[in-house]
T-cell receptor, first 117, second 109 residues
Framework: GAVVSQHPSRVICKSGTSVKIECRSL??????MFWYRQFPKQSLMLMAT?????????EQGVEKDKFLINHASLTLSTLTVTSAHPEDSSFYIC?????????????FGQGTRLTVV | RKEVEQDPGPFNVPEGATVAFNCTYS??????FFWYRQDCRKEPKLLMS???SGNEDGRFTAQLNRASQYISLLIRDSKLSDSATYLC??????????FGAGTILRVKS
């Protein structure tokens, strides 16, 4: 399958700071990227959908000013958690789909475990 | 009502057992369907797509009933390595995936 690389895999930050998570499609052009969040013992919940070159579409209840998404190129999307609080601690996962290998299914990054202390 | 519903389990089965998971979805316009597997603290990995005609991949058989909006996964001859959370996933459109909460499987020797 196609390769999606997510970085960092784990981050611990202080409350009030910002954290940037990167999601890269390594061998296909990702026209669409999805960002999910998963709390312990719960399912993945879609936070937002980003299309290359346009503003992200956020799901209901997700604050767009707190979770900044940038999808400036066909291989890279970033999620920035601004002014992080302990309740933002979660597992964040991106998935990408697009042309070529990514055309028929969405491929997931390895996930980022964020802990805010 | 949740968009994708699954029995959370856990299903505790001995090695070699056959186990079946069920899933229902609410959006009748959903386009495609999948079973993903998620190991603890890891990203989900695609196990198999699900087709209306039913499909099989080794020990795994998936079924889809569009009329009933029902999806199933059957695992035969369970292995210890099958222990994981199985996610029923529905593609509503454009690879926007909606996940069920997952069913936990524990296979014991």
């Amino acid at each position: 399958g196609a390769v999606v690389s997510q970085h960092p895999s784990r981050v611990i930050c202080k409350s009030g700071t910002s954290v940037k998570i990167e999601c890269r499609s390594l061998d296909f052009q990702a026209t669409t990227m999805f960002w999910y969040r998963q709390f312990p013992k719960q399912s993945l919940m879609l936070m937002a959908t980003s299309n290359e070159g346009s503003k992200a579409t956020y799901e209901q209840g997700v604050e767009k000013d707190k979770f900044l998404i940038n999808h400036a190129s066909l291989t890279l999307s970033t999620l920035t958690v601004t002014s992080a609080h302990p309740e933002d601690s979660s597992f964040y996962i991106c998935s990408a789909s697009g042309t070529g290998k990514g055309n028929t299914e969405a491929f997931f990054g390895q996930g980022t475990r964020l802990t805010v202390v | 009502r949740k968009e994708v519903e699954q029995d959370p389990g856990p299903f505790n089965v001995p090695e070699g057992a056959t186990v079946a998971f069920n899933c229902t979805y609410s959006n009748s316009a959903s386009q495609s369907f999948f079973w993903y597997r998620q190991d603890c603290r890891k990203e989900p990995k695609l196990l198999m797509s699900v087709y209306s005609s039913g499909n099989e991949d080794g020990r795994f058989t998936a079924q889809l009933n569009r009329a009933s909006q029902y999806i199933s996964l059957l695992i035969r001859d369970s292995k210890l390595s099958d222990s994981a959370t199985y996610l029923c996933v529905v593609n509503e459109y454009g690879n926007k995936l909606v996940f069920g909460a997952g069913t936990i499987l524990r296979v014991k020797s």
